[in-house]
């Protein structure tokens, strides 16, 4: 009892208790469960990855998650565009550091773009860039390292994942202020255009 986060995709749960320990079930699919496992390994009851978590964010087949010391890891699948941040295009199938130690909050979308907040406001980026959604990055320009989107004052995030119909970025900034960008096939930036 006493989970705090629960974070779930279609192939696991991933949940945070109120200890700060953090527990996996489901489909182990490229590592994700973070055993140092085979891919093809499952779990119907809850494991615990070593640690003291604060926040999980799962894609469709990696995991981000923020220890409580301010320390980014990843594992699962990097799919060979970088989507775990770790400057390599290899799988990990335990947890990984990204380098930093100020991180505060991660989103990884499921187009295989990660975004991730650092306590000073700023905002970061990697992995697929199929639409733009690396702000400030041509289209199709991956990065497996992350790149700083310009501004310091970011602070919540809406990040459309799946295919690139939804590669849509939107953004808030401490002012208040509302920022998108990435796919826009249906005009769903906000933009009054399809740009």
Known sequence: S???VNNASQYGVFCIKQDNTLWAWGSGTSGRLGQ???PSTRASSPVQIPGSWSQISSGSSRIS?????????????NQGIGQLGL??????SSPKQVPGTTWASVTAGKSGTTFATKTDGTLWSWGYNEFGQIAGLAH?????????????????AAFGGGGGLYATV????????????GSQSYGQGGHNNET
């Open 65 to 77: 998650a923020i220890k409580t010391d301010g320390t980014l890891w990843s594992w699962g699948n």
């Open 2 to 4: 006493g989970y705090k």
């Open 170 to 181: 939107s953004w808030t900034k401490t002012d208040g202020t509302l920022w998108s960008w």
């Open 87 to 92: 400057n390599d295009l290899s799988n990990y």
């Open 140 to 156: 199709d320009a991956r990065r497996s390292s992350p790149v700083q989107i310009p501004g310091t004052t970011w602070n919540t």
């Open 36 to 38: 140092n496992q085979p």
